[in-house]
């Protein structure tokens, strides 16, 4: 009789370094990583093809990676649910593993459709907080005291080796094949690449000199290309946990003290207000987390109905076109879109 196997969910944690989830299965019995391109997630407007292609990247490396301690990466281009339910008819699941995720509608559908089905099917679901953010958190007046409990917690250490799910249960499977989901409009030329080795790399060069710039250095769009971490990316798709990047910049705010001479003067405050950034990264997450609808709703109800977009005239349409063109005359607007269609970035200043 097949041994039930146990499922770690890949989903904003494209990485092994400190990925508990992983551990936790490791330690359970044979392990199966899965990755799902959830077509109801990834055909909205929150996405477009330089994310996919982003994603893409960071499977492989994370594929890469898996393979290093003896697993194999299964992705699958259905839905969660259809996909376990797939594997469950070849092979008996024991437990789903995952982080949890703080996303928007979508994706909390998708996990209430699959807290559904694990329990339909008595599977164990078990989900293991990734960041900063606290779910059922009835108030946030004491939010930064588990903030800091989590960022100070020890990282989930990986052992060399994990019993994978035999190669005869992958074969088993066999998932059908289907069209990739497409994303709207094209990839941008000059955006940053994905996988976690990329992120380490711009992570290193900034905590070796760049974060010197942080401070001022990321409110204009020139010189916030260098002096801004540039690790939204990959933190957004967990290529880098938040707690390590926080642990890390720790550290080298110590380093920077005890031997000033070996970095730029400016290093350690720059590092200060990184981490501050860091902080707010979870902030606002745990906003969405609380008041989820927000998404939806405007956070200040006094500007309900202050615009009524059927009351566009062509005059109107026509310079929003111009403005979302980068074609609008004014040289720092236009500036700013040609940057963010090139590269699908611009600084926050900019955003703003």
């Known amino acids: 009789m097949q041994r039930p196997i146990h499922i770690v969910w890949f989903k904003r944690d494209l990485r092994v370094v400190d990925h508990a989830p992983l551990v936790a299965a490791y330690k359970s019995g044979q392990v199966l990583p899965l990755f799902c391109w959830e077509p109801s997630v990834w055909a909205g407007e929150d996405y477009a093809k330089q994310h996919q292609v982003f994603v893409q990247e960071c499977l492989i490396e994370l594929a890469i990676e898996l393979k290093r301690v003896g697993l194999n990466l299964l992705v699958s281009t259905f839905g969660i649910v259809q996909t376990l339910q797939h594997i469950r008819s070849h092979t008996p699941i024991a437990q789903l593993y995952s982080h949890e995720e703080t996303g928007n509608g979508a994706t909390y559908t998708v996990d209430k459709a699959v807290a559904s089905w694990c329990k339909a099917n008595g599977v164990d679901w078990q989900e293991t907080p990734q960041n900063g953010v606290v779910?059922?958190?009835?108030?946030?007046?004491?939010?930064?005291?588990?903030?800091?409990?989590?960022?100070?917690?020890?990282?989930?250490?990986?052992?060399?080796?994990?019993?994978?799910?035999?190669?005869?249960?992958?074969?088993?499977?066999?998932?059908?094949?289907?069209?990739?989901?497409?994303?709207?409009?094209?990839?941008?030329?000059?955006?940053?690449?994905?996988?976690?080795?990329?992120?380490?790399?711009?992570?290193?060069?900034?905590?070796?000199?760049?974060?010197?710039?942080?401070?001022?250095?990321?409110?204009?769009?020139?010189?916030?290309?260098?002096?801004?971490?540039?690790?939204?990316?990959?933190?957004?798709?967990?290529?880098?946990?938040?707690?390590?990047?926080?642990?890390?910049?720790?550290?080298?705010?110590?380093?920077?003290?005890?031997?000033?001479?070996?970095?730029?003067?400016?290093?350690?405050?720059?590092?200060?207000?990184?981490?501050?950034?860091?902080?707010?990264?979870?902030?606002?997450?745990?906003?969405?987390?609380?008041?989820?609808?927000i998404e939806f709703e405007n956070l200040h109800h006094a500007h309900d109905d202050m615009r009524d977009e059927q009351l566009f005239d062509m005059e109107s349409k026509r310079r929003l076109q111009l403005w979302s063109q980068g074609q609008t005359g004014w040289p720092l607007v236009d500036a700013c879109m040609a940057m963010l269609r090139e590269t699908g970035w611009i600084n926050f200043r900019m955003r703003a």
């Open 135 to 293: 779910r059922r958190l009835k108030n946030r007046n004491h939010w930064n005291w588990h903030w800091e409990q989590r960022m100070n917690s020890a990282q989930a250490v990986l052992p060399s080796h994990i019993v994978a799910a035999p190669v005869s249960v992958l074969l088993s499977i066999n998932l059908p094949a289907t069209q990739m989901v497409q994303t709207s409009g094209l990839d941008k030329p000059h955006r940053q690449k994905g996988g976690r080795s990329h992120g380490l790399e711009l992570f290193n060069s900034f905590l070796d000199g760049r974060a010197a710039k942080f401070r001022g250095g990321i409110s204009s769009p020139l010189t916030a290309v260098t002096a801004g971490s540039r690790l939204s990316p990959y933190l957004a798709f967990g290529c880098l946990s938040m707690r390590e990047v926080v642990q890390a910049t720790r550290e080298r705010r110590d380093w920077a003290s005890q031997a000033p001479h070996l970095y730029p003067s400016s290093l350690n405050a720059g590092l200060v207000g990184f981490e501050s950034r860091l902080h707010w990264h979870c902030h606002f997450m745990q906003k969405l987390e609380s008041e989820p609808e």
